[in-house]
């Protein structure tokens, strides 16, 4: 049998994509097809990003969080979490360390955590942004009001990553408790675009109950909203979640999705992400040979790596943030790409 690959060319040249397309691409077992999808993504990340890989290192800030979504393991109910957060202080010496590594964006990400006031988390962005000028902030802290947003923007926040997790209002609820909104979700991305933040939104792949169909809403969803960067990462376990015994999500579709996703927004940032890391052991390596141009390595502190549990087994939680580095560097020079020392903002030409 010989492969049609005309739709990839389709695709490509006009940078849409139709549900069957999409079903063809996702569902079909065909290795020919899937090495083309491979090959026309990678071409097209290196044509835009060359062989550099950015990197942004992540600092998981807190833990605690008033939201009760089904999938994440420091969901509000997880009484087995033992809950921290880092001070002002201890971010800043985060930062310190990641800089000598070479990172020139450093992410806050954490739960919901109330702590994080809008005075705190400004004082805490402007003082990262006073020692490490030539540095982009990113935030990923949830879902704050318009206001709040603003100021932190005011405060020197560059760029804000927020993922959808599912674009279709129905599969939302069944991912979320009645209290959380799709529609609040979206409105919280389009306010920070509006709000000059570079946006990042994304989802996971297999998550329970997801559809061809779903994925398919998440695509026009991204088309309307445009961010800068698309998050995408299997769907992981958790032991104590109400999803623990949900499967996890397929690492070979999350690839497959991820060069789709670079066929259709050729310039987007799309990271390798840790949970593809963690479902296959070359996952990063090979998400970054279906399309995708950047990394996250983790650069809390050691203390609380294993606190910072979204799913079971969750890589790199042993390894200092100098080891993170330097493995990924060997990694990426593996396969012919290297890390870059560069704030890594999106290309617009
Ligand atoms: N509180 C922030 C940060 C959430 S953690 C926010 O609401 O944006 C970052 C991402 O990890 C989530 O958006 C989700 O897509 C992903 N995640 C959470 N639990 C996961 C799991 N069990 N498997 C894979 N990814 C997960």
Same mark, same amino acid.
Request: hydrophobic fraction near 40%; include cysteine; glycine fraction near 8%.
């Given at each position: 049998m010989t492969t049609d690959t005309s739709l990839i060319d389709s695709i490509r040249t006009r940078r849409d994509i139709d549900a069957v397309q999409l079903h063809t691409l996702l569902?079909?077992?065909?290795?020919?097809?899937?090495? =083309?999808?491979?090959?026309?993504?990678?071409?097209?990340?290196? =044509?835009?990003?060359?062989?550099?890989?950015?990197?942004?290192?992540?600092?998981?800030?807190?833990?605690?969080?008033?939201?009760n979504c089904y999938y994440c393991?420091?969901?509000?109910?997880?009484?087995?979490?033992?809950?921290?957060?880092?001070?002002?202080?201890?971010?800043?010496?985060?930062?310190?360390?990641?800089?000598?590594?070479?990172?020139?964006?450093?992410?806050?990400?954490?739960?919901?955590?109330?702590?994080?006031?809008?005075?705190?988390?400004?004082?805490?962005?402007?003082?990262?942004?006073?020692h490490h000028p030539d540095c982009a902030v990113t935030l990923s802290l949830g879902e704050r009001s318009r206001e709040s947003y603003r100021l932190l923007r005011e405060a020197g926040a560059d760029r804000y990553l927020l993922r959808h997790e599912t674009a279709d209002d129905s599969h939302y609820r069944q991912l979320h408790p009645d209290e959380l909104s799709p529609v609040h979700r979206k409105e919280c991305l389009f306010n920070l675009k509006e709000l000059g933040y570079q946006v990042g939104a994304g989802?996971?792949?297999?998550?329970?109950?997801?559809?061809?169909?779903?994925?398919?809403?998440?695509?026009?969803?991204?088309?309307?909203?445009?961010?800068?960067?698309?998050?995408?990462?299997?769907?992981?376990?958790?032991?104590?979640?109400?999803?623990?015994?949900?499967?996890?999500?397929?690492?070979?579709?999350?690839?497959?999705?991820? =060069?789709?996703?670079?066929?259709?927004?050729?310039?987007?940032?799309?990271?390798?992400?840790?949970?593809?890391?963690? =479902?296959?052991?070359?996952?990063?390596?090979?998400?970054?040979?279906?399309?995708?141009?950047?990394?996250?390595?983790?650069?809390?502190?050691?203390?609380v790596r294993k606190k910072y549990m979204l799913y079971d087994n969750k890589i790199c939680t042993g390894d200092e943030a100098a080891e993170c580095r330097a493995c990924l560097s060997k990694r990426m020079e593996m396969i012919g790409y290297r890390i870059v020392v560069d704030r890594g903002d999106v290309k617009k030409i």
């Open positions: 569902e079909q077992a065909d290795e020919h097809l899937v090495a =083309a999808l491979r090959c026309a993504a990678q071409e097209q990340a290196v =044509a835009v990003y060359g062989h550099d890989i950015y990197v942004r290192g992540l600092i998981e800030i807190s833990n605690i969080c008033r939201n393991g420091i969901r509000r109910d997880n009484r087995k979490v033992q809950r921290y957060r880092l001070d002002k202080e201890t971010i800043l010496a985060c930062c310190r360390t990641g800089y000598e590594l070479g990172f020139r964006t450093f992410v806050l990400q954490g739960g919901e955590d109330a702590y994080y006031d809008d005075s705190r988390l400004c004082d805490i962005v402007g003082s990262i942004k006073h989802f996971m792949v297999g998550s329970p109950h997801q559809t061809v169909d779903h994925l398919m809403s998440d695509i026009r969803f991204l088309q309307e909203l445009q961010p800068d960067m698309i998050g995408i990462g299997p769907f992981l376990s958790h032991s104590d979640t109400p999803f623990h015994d949900q499967p996890d999500g397929d690492s070979d579709r999350c690839l497959r999705m991820l =060069a789709i996703l670079r066929l259709l927004f050729p310039k987007v940032l799309l990271p390798a992400t840790t949970a593809l890391g963690t =479902a296959d052991p070359l996952g990063r390596e090979k998400g970054i040979l279906y399309g995708g141009n950047v990394l996250m390595p983790n650069l809390s502190p050691m203390a």
